[in-house]
């Protein structure tokens, strides 16, 4: 038995079966696509090593759970949690002693920094653990987003909206070429996953932006699993627009979307958003989340998102921990740039 564990009473244990793991996170309120295993997929794909860490109490219980992505650049490791630390019931009245198990496992050495990003999924013993454990809080303008608050149900949704919003959405409605569908069958899914890959491409060159993200790492993972919520606009037999969100226990957020220059036409989009807001009231879901914002560097479309709500939410910021302080500080400058 470590110190740690002598002084927590809280074990670290590696989870190594994906199915295990999966059930464990989703059995959280707070559990979310970059909690699961294949977003951790995704992730070693991308040249990341993947540790799926489970902190346990001296009976046994679960008391929360890490993905952990870990890279090393020469001398230096970056170790990054997404979607979490998660607690769970048992352990939010323990978050600071399952973040001091956590760090002892990782043992960060003197230039490692380790970087939580809860993705709006803090909770708030996880939010104590984290401060009582020395990680600094960094926070972007572009870490904030849109939310539609699905209490009042779907008229008071309609009654928020700006004029030029409904009246965008009456037009695609009315338009009897128009026809919105969602997918369930793999076969379809990859297929739609395939044309928004070629779309997204054509987007990214048009608009002139660039990310990181890979659609051919992430292909089969987002076909095949259900929390992954697939949508195709068609405007007569043409293939206008693909959207896709992800689907957590209270939260649809929105996920990725691509289009041709027609669906700027048809407002296609509208109905997209449109159908995913119902989705999410089918499903019993509080908050629709219109999945980040950038209002200086992308104001179209946020001007898109804000006809619809204005009830801007903060994503939380990214926790940064490091042993020395100069790492700690130097990676914080970074970030908030």
Known sequence: MTKTERETGLRVLAVTDVPTWDEAVW???????????GWGTYKSRRGAAIERLSVVDENGDVMGLAQVQRRRRGPVRHFYVQGGPLLTAKGERHGEAVLRALLAHLDLGPLDLLVADANRTESPGTVLGLLATGFRPVTTAGRHTLEVDLAGGLDAVQAGMEQRWRKAL????RNPALTVRFLDDPAERLAAF???TTMYALLKSRKGFSNDFDPGAYRDLAANDPRHVML??????????????????????????????RAKANAAAYLAVWSFIRRAAEEGCRIFDFGGIDPAGNRGVYDFKRGLTRNVASSGPLWLHGRHRLVTAAAGAVLAR
């Open 27 to 37: 059995e959280q309120a707070r559990g979310s696509i970059f909690a699961a295993s």
């Open 170 to 173: 009456r037009k695609a409605e």
């Open 232 to 261: 195709e606009v068609r405007d007569g037999e043409e293939l206008c627009l693909v959207r896709i969100a992800h689907l957590s226990r209270d939260r649809f957020t929105d996920f990725f979307t691509a289009s041709t220059e």
């Open 194 to 196: 395939d044309a928004f």
